[in-house]
Structure formats: structure tokens, C-alpha cells
């Protein structure tokens, strides 16, 4: 099958480590955001969301956390597992447009 | 199987040939986006409709492309004349509801090659 990211940013954990992975962006009138990953010859997959007007919220096994001051949002993921490994991205969306703006991606990969 | 559906999940053509391709939104979404992906990247917007309305369109979406969603349900994308940098994945996503901001459901992408 293809490759998602061939040439992306890789973060590679032991299987039950906790992962963070990072993404910033840049519009500050973006109060939407989104995580989904991506495995190889899929589509993205939603994980989790978090609106503006909230810094952290928390999923099963996952948790999102915004700061709006820097910018910046990061997925964490608690006992990672073999079947995490894909590629991640944080997306944004900003009032009155519809269309996400999708960051560069993270590839994860967990080691058994 | 209630999600995203894309058909085909494959194409192979050559340059200057036309190419369509089909996406059916998850049942009742108002809303549907097109974007592509290329190796190494994330998704890009192309496209938006609300029921049937195309009410957004990226720069990237030249005049050889066009998009339809004649009944508000199903959607098309056809590629008119491609080229070779239009090789890329073709991804539809839907979403639910007719204001404010909401979550976007992606299937399983369309991946052209042009030779």
C-alpha cells in the first residue's frame, strides 16, 4: 500500500509510554481545532476536538490541550498501543469559513 | 457501513484524459468537502457545498476541475485535461450541520495517478 508522510517529523515510543505529539498554528482568528490520524492508504480518522473557549479536554486514552496565548496545541496519548502508530495532524478552523487548514503531520511509531 | 463512502478508491489514467469521481456523505450530512493530499502533506481544501450549494472554493481548484452535489446528497469531482501534478489523493469528508462550525468526517480517499 502507499505511504502517508514519507518524509515527516517521527516520534517513536516503547508500547504503554505515554505520547505527546505537538502542532502549531499561526491564524489567531482559528477557534476550532481538530486531531486525526491517518494510517496508510486511509482516510483521516477524527480523534478529538477542543473549541477556543477551552484548554484542555480529554477523550478516552487521549487528551487535547490548547494555549491560545503561544499558539499551540498537543495530543496526548496514555499506555500507547501497536495499533497508534500512524500519521497524526492537528487541523484548524476559523469563524466564518468551513474549510479546515490542516498542519504538516506527525508519524508516530510504537515499538512492541 | 454508515460512513464516508468514495468510489473509486483507485484510478490510473493517462494525461489529458478526463476523470470523475464519486463520494456519498454520511446519510442526512448537510455539509461536504472535497480536499487533496499529496505524499508528505496534509489534506488541502478545495471545495465546500451545503445541501446542494458549492458555497466555497479554494485558488486551487482550477477551471479544469469542477464539483457537483445536484441533489444534496451525493457529490462528484471531475478532473477535465489532467496533467501529471494532478496525481494526488482525493479525499471527500461530510458533515452535519447547517451553521456554526462542526466536526468533518473523512472517507477513504480516491487515489489518481496520471502517467
Known amino acids: 500500500g502507499e505511504s502517508v508522510g514519507l518524509h515527516l517529523p517521527t516520534l517513536s515510543v516503547q508500547e504503554g509510554d505515554n505520547s505527546i505529539i505537538n502542532c502549531a498554528y499561526s491564524n489567531s482568528a482559528s477557534d476550532y481545532f481538530i486531531w486525526y490520524k491517518q494510517e496508510s492508504g486511509k482516510g483521516p480518522q477524527f480523534i478529538i476536538d477542543?473549541?477556543?473557549?477551552?484548554d484542555k479536554r480529554q477523550g478516552q486514552r487521549v487528551t487535547v490541550l490548547l494555549n491560545k496565548t503561544v499558539k499551540h496545541l498537543s495530543l496526548q496519548i496514555a499506555a500507547t498501543q501497536p495499533g497508534d502508530s500512524a500519521v497524526y495532524f492537528c487541523a484548524e478552523n476559523d469563524t466564518g469559513r468551513r474549510a479546515l487548514t490542516f498542519g504538516s503531520g506527525t508519524r508516530l511509531q510504537v515499538q512492541p | 457501513d454508515t460512513g464516508v463512502s468514495q468510489d473509486p478508491r483507485h484510478k490510473i489514467t493517462k494525461r489529458g484524459q478526463n476523470v470523475t469521481f464519486r463520494c456519498d456523505p454520511i446519510s442526512e450530512h448537510n455539509r461536504l468537502y472535497w480536499y487533496r493530499q499529496t505524499l508528505g502533506q496534509g489534506p488541502e481544501f478545495l471545495t465546500y457545498f451545503q445541501n446542494e450549494a458549492q458555497l466555497e472554493k479554494s485558488r486551487l481548484l482550477s477551471d479544469r476541475f469542477s464539483a457537483e452535489r445536484p441533489k444534496g446528497s451525493f457529490s462528484t469531482l471531475e478532473i477535465q485535461r489532467t496533467e501529471q501534478g494532478d496525481s494526488a489523493m482525493y479525499l471527500c469528508a461530510s458533515s452535519p450541520r447547517t451553521s456554526g462550525t462542526d466536526t468533518q468526517y473523512f472517507g477513504p480517499g480516491t487515489r489518481l495517478t496520471v502517467l
Open positions: 477542543i473549541r477556543s473557549n477551552m
